[in-house]
T-cell receptor
Framework: KAGVTQTPRYLIKTRGQQVTLSCSPI?????VSWYQQTPGQGLQFLFE???????NKGNFPGRFSGRQFSNSRSEMNVSTLELGDSALYLC?????????????FGNGTRLTVT | DQQVKQNSPSLSVQEGRISILNCDYT??????FLWYKKYPAEGPTFLIS?????DKNEDGRFTVFLNKSAKHLSLHIVPSQPGDSAVYFC????????????FGAGTRLTVKP
């Protein structure tokens, strides 16, 4: 069974640009959560989608948005990039709504903003 | 708001000895707790979990202890092996409130041969 797939693995963008990250969950998983990992901050929750609906949102500005498609694949968008957005972005999927079972993580997208 | 805290950024132990990783939480609604392990360039992988109705859960060399009154949990690894060297994240959620999973900042464990 294929795991969670995130593309691209690495991305370099310039301040002010926008970026879209993609996540394909494990087959049969309907929940997709996004996290930002930075040194010393651990994993900060961005948002969760379940059956194409955003179910929960973390404490991030509106520049961070996402969506989920009918096949459960998810995308995350960051507009007007800032230097502080440089981080590892992790996507995780689960069969049921997040928080109720272990999450299965992808290997992440490393975003560098210059 | 850091609802899950891992106050030790790093821990170093000798192979064969016990590793104890600690985690504190502030949200009394949390009822499900997990530990994840992360190697460089990979995503975190689930290690072990515990429900708030229990105070101990064991899986091979890994045991998680939960002290609800102190809002504290710990992960014991016995015996520690060099392959256990990784970053360990503590996580928690309030399942019956359908809350998302919150993570600590992680503890880097180094097991020396």
């Amino acid at each position: 069974k294929a795991g969670v797939t995130q593309t691209p693995r690495y991305l370099i963008k310039t301040r002010g640009q926008q970026v879209t990250l993609s996540c394909s969950p494990i087959s049969g998983h309907r929940s997709v959560s996004w996290y930002q990992q930075t040194p010393g901050q651990g994993l900060q929750f961005l948002f969760e989608y379940f059956s194409e609906t955003q179910r929960n949102k973390g404490n991030f500005p509106g520049r961070f948005s996402g969506r989920q498609f009918s096949n459960s694949r998810s995308e995350m968008n960051v507009s007007t990039l800032e230097l502080g957005d440089s981080a590892l972005y992790l996507c995780a999927s689960s069969r049921i709504q997040g928080g109720n079972s272990p999450l299965h993580f992808g290997n992440g997208t490393r975003l560098t903003v210059t | 708001d850091q609802q899950v805290k891992q106050n030790s950024p790093s821990l170093s132990v000798q192979e064969g000895r016990i590793s104890i990783l600690n985690c504190d939480y502030t949200n009394s609604m949390f009822d499900y707790f997990l530990w994840y392990k992360k190697y460089p360039a990979e995503g975190p992988t689930f290690l072990i979990s515990i429900s708030s109705i229990k105070d101990k859960n064991e899986d091979g060399r890994f045991t998680v202890f939960l002290n609800k009154s102190a809002k504290h949990l710990s992960l014991h690894i016995v015996p520690s092996q060099p392959g256990d060297s990784a970053v360990y994240f503590c996580a928690a959620s309030a399942r019956y409130n359908n809350n998302d999973m919150r993570f600590g900042a992680g503890t880097r464990l180094t097991v020396k041969p």
